[in-house]
Each structure stands twice: as C-alpha cells, then as structure tokens.
C-alpha cells in the first residue's frame, strides 16, 4: 500500500522556521522525484519544490527561493522541506507528491501556519 504522511507543520511566528517531512512506503522511493506543494482554501494547489530521484537536482518557485530548502535520503524514504524566514503568505496546507514511471502519489497534507 503506498503512503505519503506529511510531518512537522504547525503555528509559528513570521520569520521563523520549520522543517517538513515527508515519509514514504509502498513504493520504491529512490525512482521517484518528489515534490511539496501547498494549497490554501480557495486557491490551486500551487509546486513549490522539486527534488530529482536521485537528490542532484532541485528546483524552486521563485516566492521561495533562498528561503525553502528541499532535501531528501534515500536509506529512509524521506524527503524534507526546510522553511526559513517565514512570512503569513506562506501559510498553507503543504503536500507532498511522488511522480515516477508506475504513479502519481500524494500525502494527505499538513498545515502551515505563519502569524505576523
């Protein structure tokens, strides 16, 4: 059975930090880019971060760039969001998603959210 479970959301104050986990199984991890993305009440689920399959290749939006670090290990079927300097726009529920050759598989979400 494939599971994505999402960790380490929270409350935290603006420009603060959290660090996003998210655990894989049912699949074979190490063959899957992944991604985190977010989504608030009435608005797309929007990318924010890429991870190639292999950790060599990272990409980002560009409202997160120098601020969120994707990151990922392979022996333990994680990967990782590490936010910094938040601000009250990046509040969200943040998911994270695994696209490979055999699917398309998704966390079920965990909420982030930044006070001023």
């Known amino acids: 059975q494939v599971q994505l479970v999402e960790s380490g959301g929270g409350l935290v104050q603006s420009g603060g930090s959290l660090k996003l986990s998210c655990t894989a199984s049912?699949?074979?991890?190490?063959?899957?880019?992944m991604m985190w993305y977010r989504q608030v009440p009435g608005k797309e689920r929007e990318s924010v971060a890429t991870?190639?399959?292999?950790?060599?290749?990272?990409s980002y939006t560009d409202y997160v760039k120098g601020r969120f670090t994707i990151s990922r290990d392979n022996a333990k079927n994680l990967v990782y969001l590490q936010m910094n300097d938040l601000k009250p726009e990046d509040t969200a529920v943040y998911f994270c998603?695994?696209?490979?050759?055999?699917?398309?598989?998704w966390g079920q979400g965990t909420q982030v959210t930044v006070s001023l």
């Open positions: 991870i190639a399959s292999g950790g060599s290749y990272t």
């Open positions: 049912g699949f074979t991890f190490r063959g899957y880019t």
């Open positions: 998603r695994a696209i490979g050759a055999n699917g398309d598989f």
